[in-house]
């Protein structure tokens, strides 16, 4: 399964190509499941520009990309959308519009919180374990991690590409996935392309988009999400079979 994440806290000072409004977010939308996405991610951007968890933001978003791809539209509850823990439980209770599964950074504040309110809407929760944080030995304790429909493992922020693949193998062989829980792995910047390989070889759900990084793999700007997801395609080919031990 590929996951293309379309716009995170990123703008058009960026890159060009990077979707806003919930217009530019379905057509961009559109065109990478076009190419070969197989469900989308997003995050809902107020007119300013503001990461937003409201559901006069989020609502007009779902229903515009729903519209253009047909469903698997995935959200993020992360601090960049709103700070306050319990405004965000506030927020997920008032929505009316419902997106089909939503990522909870365990290493967050108010995590369990967030999850729990999601899970009483009956809305699949992604559990967001990023490498480097306690969120993996939080979540091992949690009384929801039975309940999670998948885990979402980060590299973030890697110094090179090499680095990120052996911090991500490291992070992966001290996780204890409840059983039957799907995993999807990913790093950003540049370790976006060598974490996205490493997820094609262990069989694991991967993602690219312009949120992780803005480059194709032969280090060209990317002009669109669409791009991106045809290069991670074409990545993602048949590879030699990792070495046992």
């Known amino acids: 399964?590929?996951?293309?994440?379309?716009?995170g806290t990123r703008g058009p000072g960026d890159c060009a190509g990077v979707p806003m409004s919930?217009?530019?977010?379905?057509?961009?939308?559109?065109?990478?499941?076009?190419?070969?996405?197989?469900?989308?991610?997003?995050?809902?951007r107020t007119p300013c520009g503001s990461t937003s968890l409201?559901?006069?933001?989020?609502?007009?978003?779902?229903?515009?990309?729903?519209?253009?791809?047909?469903?698997?539209?995935r959200i993020a509850t992360a601090v960049t959308a709103e700070p306050d823990a319990g405004r965000r439980v506030e927020r997920i209770r008032s929505w009316t519009v419902l997106p089909d599964l939503v990522s909870v950074d365990w290493h967050e504040p108010g995590a369990e919180e967030a999850a729990e309110a999601l899970l009483a809407r009956g809305i699949?929760?992604?559990?967001?374990?990023?490498?480097?944080?306690?969120g993996a030995e939080r979540f091992a304790r949690s009384a929801l991690a039975p309940g999670v429909r998948r885990i979402l493992v980060k590299v973030p922020h890697p110094s090179a590409g090499g680095d990120a693949e052996r911090a991500a193998r490291s992070f992966l062989s001290g996780?204890?996935?409840p059983a039957g829980t799907a995993v999807l792995l990913?790093?950003?910047?540049?370790?976006?392309?060598?974490?996205l390989?490493?997820?094609?070889?262990?069989?694991?759900?991967?993602?690219?988009?312009?949120?992780?990084?803005l480059l194709l793999p032969d280090g060209t700007a990317a002009r669109s999400n669409a791009e991106l997801v045809a290069a991670a395609r074409a990545a993602s080919g048949?590879?030699?079979?990792?070495?046992e031990g």
């Open 186 to 195: 990913h790093g950003e910047g540049p370790g976006a392309w060598p974490v």
């Open 22 to 44: 919930p217009e530019s977010l379905a057509e961009s939308a559109a065109r990478a499941v076009a190419a070969g996405a197989g469900e989308v991610r997003v995050h809902p």
């Open 175 to 177: 996780m204890a996935p």
């Open 124 to 134: 699949g929760v992604e559990a967001g374990l990023w490498a480097g944080t306690d």
């Open 54 to 73: 409201s559901p006069r933001v989020l609502g007009p978003v779902l229903e515009a990309v729903r519209a253009a791809v047909g469903g698997g539209v």
């Open 238 to 243: 048949p590879r030699p079979p990792e070495p």
């Open 197 to 213: 390989r490493l997820a094609g070889r262990l069989g694991l759900g991967a993602r690219i988009g312009l949120e992780d990084t």
């Open 1 to 7: 399964m590929l996951q293309v994440c379309l716009n």
